[in-house]
Each structure stands twice: as structure tokens, then as C-alpha cells.
């Protein structure tokens, strides 16, 4: 056999065929990624809330009978599938039979609630009870209101947060709080006794700071040692129930040297 | 360099530094002949296979052996399957040899056999060719893009080194091109290596057909009166 000069056939076919692979490969490429092209957003923070906090200046008790009403209208429908279970514990069924009655209290509050703020505190001795266990806070003698059940509950919440309480409260953790500030306070010298320094204090439900603005200061050196003390003080301690937070959210804080 | 740049895929390619274009215009050439050579196998192979059936069935169905070598010799060179040019190579030996006085059977036989033997080895040659290179395209590839990744991510640390408050966005863009070069080293290599054991295996089933084609002509031969 001679020994010819053997060309391999389909040549050109492959090299166009290897072209195209090649362009649709880069065509998918250059269209099909888009690649970060623009900046990206700007970083922003968003405060997580789990209800609306009320203002500061209302107290709880004095809600409108619209604004109770939605709360006291469950109170009223639910009772019925609980009641058996309430018969087979008698103990403490005779007071928490009636769930409509309370529910005149904060109608009265509303109309009056200087006068009456402190009367169902009086008649209704284991709401403050109840309110010490709904936030958390241990002591007292718990047992007595466990019989409460959920008929209790809904009303307590209703007629609920009495203004002594808020205020027993608020003052309470006003004090821890700057108690924790205090400990972090580097005194500079030559502080005069009866320098005072007042700041608003914002926070968010963790208890950090959001904001710190000094409201008056009588001393320019302890205004900004206690400053400092603010932010190093965080997180400040909050009651553990979130809805008092409404109370804190904006806080009013008065130092002093001495106290 | 800002992350706001545009990090689209032909900026990262032009921007990159002269060694990296250098290993990527490689790997582009490199990828373009190895797509060339998986076309051209896989026509030449598809179309061997086709042949090889078509002339399996004329010769178990062909009555009489002259008249199929007097059909195959008059058909055109370039038109015939391996397999036809190994009949046609045993076919020739055999009457020319036949033709010699005093020539005994083993010796005729021997000398056919050879001469299919010879013919095989070149058809198979041919299948074969290019085939080293999908493989070395297959093997080496990845390397040379990972070399040029390597180069563009030491370019992009010193760059870092310059500059005063590192971050990422200093050396980001830098080791995204140079990682082009990587993703172009396995374009071109997994497709070579995946056409590469395909056509082995082709022709490993070629290579076995024309042998027992071989066999079983030489057989047909030697029963020639």
C-alpha cells in the first residue's frame, strides 16, 4: 500500500463548531453575571420591637374604654370553656367568678383617676401581687394569688397596671440603673459637692444606650465623667417585662456627687 | 482599587496583570484547539463506526469475495471505512502472493496476515491521533490556570502591602481576576478530559472489531481453494 499524506477530514467544521462553543460560552458569560456593580447599601440599624411601648406620661390604668375594650371583650367570651375546670378547683372560685364586674374600674379611673387610682389596690389586694409575678420580680407571697387562673389574669391585665405599682417599679430600676452608672464613675478632682448634672437617657429594650444628652450640668468635667459611666454602664438593668419598657425608653437622670 | 468598580467578567480580564492575560490567552488558544479536536474526533469516529458497520454487513452478506473486492477497490480511497482498507489491503496480499509458484499456505497466510496486521496499525494510528493531546489538555490546563491564579493573588498581596489600613476590598478584585484564570484552566480542561475517555473507549471498540475482523477474514482466506 502507498502511503499516502493522510488530511484529516471535518476540519473546518470542528474550528467553526470550537469558535461557537467558545462564544456561547463567553456570550453566557457577559450577560448572563452581572457582577457587583453598583456600591453596596449603606449599614442600618432597625430596632426590634414587640409592641408599641406607651408614652411615658400616661399611665397604664387610665386607658381609654376603646382601648380596654378589646382586652376586657376576651375576657368576657373566654370564660366559659375554662369554668368546668375552675368548679373542679373550688379554692379560689368565689373571687374570680365574676369576670364582668372589674370591668367598670378603669371607666371609673378614666373619669377619675387621681381619686381612684388607689382604690382597687385597696379592694382588690392580690393585684399588686400579680403584677410583681407578671414582672417578674420574686418575693411576696406568690402562693395565695396561684389559684388566680386565667379569668384572673385577663382582668388583672385589664383593670391592671396600677400607677403606685408603675411607679414603685420605675423607681426601683431608676435606682439600680444609677446605681450601675455610679459604680463606673471616674470622679475627676476638684468636683464641688453640690454639683449636679441631669441627662436624658434613651435605651432599647436591651438595656443599651441609644442616646445620651445632657440636659443641665452645673460641672462640665463630672458631666462628662458620668457620660463616659453611661455608655460603660451598658447594658443597664430593666425590668424584665417588656411592656413596662415604655417607661424607660426616655429616661430622666439626675447625678449628684453626694447622694 | 474600590469595591465599587465594576467587577464585570471583561474588566476583570483586562485589568489583570500582563502574566495572567499572558496565561489566560493560553488557556484560550490552548481551550479553542482542544474544542477543535473533541469536534473533529467525534465526526471522524461517528462516521468510522457508521463505515464499519456498513462494510461488517456487505461482507458476511456478500456471496462472493471477488465481487466485493472488485466493489470495494473501485470505490474511492477517501470514501472507505479503516475497515475496508484493511479487506482490501489482506485482499491484495493474497492474490499477489497466490499468484507466485510454489508458494505453501502457512506462508501465504503469513504474509496476509502481515499485511492486514500493517494496514490496522496505520488506521489505528489515525483514530489516534490528537487523542495525547485532549489528554494532555486535560491534565496540564488546570496547572497553568492555577499558576496564573497564583501569580495574580501575589500581585494583589503586594498591592495590600502598600497601603496603610488593609481591607478586603483592597485585595478583593485582584484575587477574583486572578481566579479567572483558574475557572478558564478547568473550561478547558473537563471537557478534554471527558471527550478524551470517551473516544479511548470508541476506539479501544474499534480497535477489537478490526482485530476479529482480521481473524475472521484470514479464516475465510485460508478456506480459498
Keep these: 500500500m502507498t502511503a499516502t499524506t493522510y488530511r484529516e477530514p471535518y476540519q473546518f467544521s470542528a474550528g467553526v463548531l470550537a469558535l461557537l462553543v467558545h ?24 430596632e426590634l420591637w414587640d409592641a408599641l411601648p406607651m408614652p411615658a406620661g400616661v399611665p397604664t390604668g387610665g386607658m381609654s374604654p376603646e382601648m380596654v ?27 374570680e367568678k365574676k369576670p364582668p364586674k372589674p370591668l367598670p374600674v378603669p371607666q371609673k379611673l378614666n373619669a377619675k383617676p387621681t381619686h381612684t387610682a388607689q382604690k382597687p389596690v385597696e379592694s382588690n389586694r392580690k393585684n399588686p401581687q400579680s403584677l410583681l409575678e407578671r414582672y417578674g420580680i420574686e418575693g411576696g407571697n406568690t402562693s395565695t394569688t396561684r389559684g388566680g387562673g386565667r379569668v384572673g389574669q385577663q382582668l388583672r391585665l385589664a383593670d391592671a397596671v396600677k400607677a403606685t405599682e408603675v411607679d ?26 453640690n454639683a449636679r448634672v441631669e441627662f436624658l437617657v434613651t435605651l432599647l429594650p436591651d438595656g443599651s444606650v441609644m442616646t445620651v444628652r445632657l440636659a443641665r450640668s452645673s460641672h462640665a468635667g463630672y458631666a462628662n465623667a458620668v457620660e463616659r459611666a453611661i455608655f460603660k454602664a451598658q447594658p443597664l438593668p430593666l425590668p424584665p417585662n417588656n411592656e413596662l419598657f415604655g417607661q424607660f425608653r426616655e429616661l430622666k437622670l439626675v447625678f449628684k456627687p453626694i447622694e | 482599587m474600590q469595591v465599587t468598580q465594576d467587577l464585570s467578567f471583561v474588566h476583570l480580564i483586562l485589568t489583570a496583570s500582563v502574566l495572567v492575560q499572558l496565561v489566560m490567552g493560553l488557556l484560550l488558544f490552548v481551550s479553542m484547539m482542544s474544542w477543535g479536536y473533541i469536534f473533529q474526533k467525534l465526526f471522524t469516529l461517528r462516521r468510522e463506526l457508521k463505515l464499519t458497520d ?66 490496522y496499525q496505520r488506521e ?39 497601603v496603610g489600613q488593609a481591607t478586603l476590598a483592597h485585595v478583593a478584585p485582584g484575587i477574583a481576576e486572578a481566579l479567572v484564570a483558574t475557572a478558564m484552566g478547568l473550561f478547558a480542561a473537563i471537557p478534554a478530559v471527558v471527550a478524551y475517555n470517551r473516544y479511548a473507549y470508541d476506539i479501544n471498540r474499534l480497535s477489537s472489531r478490526f482485530e476479529s475482523f482480521t481473524e475472521e477474514f484470514s479464516n475465510v482466506l485460508q478456506r480459498q481453494p
Excluded: C
Design chain 2, 124 to 162: 489505528m494510528d489515525r483514530l489516534e491521533s490528537h487523542l495525547s493531546f485532549l489528554a494532555s489538555v486535560g491534565s496540564v490546563s488546570p496547572y497553568v490556570g492555577l499558576f496564573g491564579t497564583v501569580w495574580g493573588i501575589m500581585n494583589a498581596f503586594r498591592g495590600l502591602a502598600n
Design chain 1, 23 to 46: 462564544g456561547v460560552f463567553f456570550a453566557v458569560l457577559y450577560f448572563g453575571l452581572s457582577w457587583q456593580t453598583k456600591p453596596p447599601m449603606e449599614a442600618m440599624s432597625v
Design chain 2, 54 to 119: 456498513k462494510f461488517e454487513a456487505a461482507f458476511w452478506n456478500s456471496p462472493n469475495l471477488n465481487d466485493l473486492y472488485k466493489q470495494v477497490s473501485a470505490g474511492q480511497v477517501s470514501n472507505q471505512g479503516a475497515l475496508e482498507r484493511i479487506f482490501l489491503a489482506g485482499a491484495v496480499e493474497f492474490a499477489k502472493l497466490k499468484k507466485q509458484p510454489g508458494i505453501n499456505s502457512s506462508a501465504l497466510m503469513d504474509g496476509t496476515r502481515r499485511a492486514m496486521r500493517a494496514t
Design chain 1, 69 to 95: 375594650a378589646p382586652d376586657a371583650a376576651p375576657a368576657l367570651v373566654e370564660p366559659p370553656p375554662p369554668a368546668p375546670i375552675e368548679v373542679a378547683k373550688p379554692d379560689i372560685v368565689v373571687p
Design chain 1, 168 to 193: 414603685r417599679l420605675l423607681a426601683e430600676y431608676i435606682g439600680k440603673i444609677k446605681a450601675k452608672i455610679k459604680r463606673d464613675i471616674v470622679m475627676p478632682p476638684d468636683v464641688p459637692e
